[in-house]
């Protein structure tokens, strides 16, 4: 595995930077929520019933103690404190985690990779809300790296957990490859050399804004022997469809009508010119977020497994 691999990579960073913007446009979260089969469902009801889910997957009630891989804003962790639960974040964006310790909740500024020693079997259960497609990018499926790396964060995971805990389980939610995996060479080619092939021009646009190369369906299940057990799986594609056309029209309104979103957008641009147009593009115009969870047979499907 290369050495690298111990540094997140660079788009992955600056996507969860660039972030922090998101907020001003109405947009906290950064995964599907749960709209059981209602599109009108208030987006942040969604969302909550979504955090509830994988809280109630883990048995997480009053002293529990939970650790967030990817904490994001920290709205999870802030509905775990509601019951009780001993929260626990990680996250590599530094703006994240300053963020989320003014809400004063207990958040580091930490790959996953890096986890200390003296953490070891410290939680009861552990949720991974929509960071582990971060964790592979598309460099590694070309060097065949993919599995280990996954093998390693259930490794790192089965640690954490203390033995002793009557939880000890993992709720996770993955976009996968749908029927299709995308050659990774394809992801890694610029986006306006493929004009003519929808797949390699939208997942490069998705790479290069937001980095990671999904799994495909039953891989994990695959890289988790030895250490857990899938318990459930259950599919929430249209979710997340429903969620990212309504992350679209919010960007949208935001990026034409709210001064403050333009002005911080601008700053950005000017910081980071390239990754900022490729972030934006997926929900104006090009719109390569929505596109892959979109008709009948979707490039990408989400999954909510718990382990």
Request: charged share 25%; proline share 5%.
């Amino acid at each position: 595995m290369r050495k690298d691999k111990l540094i997140a990579p660079k788009n992955v960073v600056n996507l969860y930077d660039i972030t922090g913007i998101t907020p001003l446009a109405g947009i906290q979260d950064y995964t599907e929520g749960i709209y059981n089969g209602d599109p009108s469902m208030d987006y942040g009801q969604a969302q909550k019933n979504q955090h509830n889910y994988l809280l109630d997957e883990i048995g997480a009630e009053e002293g529990f103690r939970l650790l967030d891989v990817g904490c994001g804003l920290g709205t999870l962790l802030e509905t775990a404190e509601e019951r009780g639960v001993i929260g626990t974040g990680i996250t590599i964006s530094e703006d994240q985690a300053e963020r989320c310790r003014a809400k004063g909740l207990d958040v580091h500024l930490l790959n996953y990779r890096h986890i200390p020693d003296e953490w070891t079997g410290r939680f009861d259960g552990i949720i991974a809300n929509g960071s582990i497609e971060h964790f592979c990018q598309p460099e590694d499926a070309l060097e065949g790296v993919q599995n280990d790396i996954y093998i390693e964060m259930f490794e790192i995971f089965h640690k954490l957990l203390d033995p002793k805990s009557v939880s000890q389980r993992v709720a996770s939610t993955v976009a996968h490859f749908g029927e299709r995996t995308v050659d990774p060479k394809k992801i890694l080619r610029h986006p306006f050399l493929q004009v003519f092939d929808p797949e390699g021009f939208y997942s490069s646009i998705l790479h290069r804004g937001y980095g990671g190369y999904y799994p495909k369906k039953g891989q994990l299940r695959e890289c988790a022997k030895g250490h857990f057990k899938l318990i459930r799986e259950v599919e929430g594609t249209e979710d997340y469809h429903l969620t990212s056309e309504h992350w679209a029209d919010k960007y949208k309104q935001a990026l034409f009508s709210d001064k403050e979103f333009q002005k911080q957008l601008l700053r950005h641009l000017f910081n980071r010119p390239m990754h900022t147009i490729w972030t934006a593009s997926s929900f104006v115009g090009l719109q390569a977020w929505p596109w892959q969870f979109r008709g009948n047979n979707p490039p990408a499907r989400l999954y909510r497994h718990t382990w």
